[in-house]
């Protein structure tokens, strides 16, 4: 079966750092894309970043452009995200998520997430 598993979230102040961790199994996960999506309280689900299969390419959105960096290590089956210099507005349930071949950025399963919680 597909898991994804995040960890690595929590609560830090106002530009502070965490990273964060996604480890993946059930599938074969150098041919993916995969992609971050968050959620605050009370929102939708806001796409964060995205990294193509082999890593050589990477997206974010604009507002954490700069702040975040997004990778992975497909030897451990592994996506990242390193945020930096974090606002309360990044307050969010953080999802990995595995993209759907051949659709850009579309996704498919998601993990059950970890809380990030920016805050003074």
């Known amino acids: 079966d597909v898991q994804l598993v995040e960890s690595g979230g929590g609560m830090v102040q106002p530009g502070g750092s965490l990273r964060l961790s996604c480890a993946a199994s059930?599938?074969?996960?150098?041919?993916?894309?995969m992609v971050w999506v968050r959620q605050a309280p009370g929102k939708g689900p806001e796409w964060v970043s995205g990294?193509?299969?082999?890593?050589?390419?990477?997206y974010y959105t604009e507002s954490v452009k700069g702040r975040f960096t997004i990778s992975r290590d497909n030897a451990k089956n592994t996506l990242y995200l390193q945020m930096s210099s974090l606002e309360a507005e990044d307050t969010a349930l953080y999802y990995c998520?595995?993209?759907?071949?051949?659709?850009?950025?579309?996704?498919?399963?998601w993990g059950q997430g970890t809380q990030v919680t920016v805050s003074s």
């Open positions: 059930g599938f074969t996960f150098s041919n993916y894309n």
């Open positions: 990294i193509w299969s082999l890593g050589d390419n990477t």
């Open positions: 998520a595995r993209g759907v071949p051949g659709t850009g950025w579309a996704t498919g399963y």
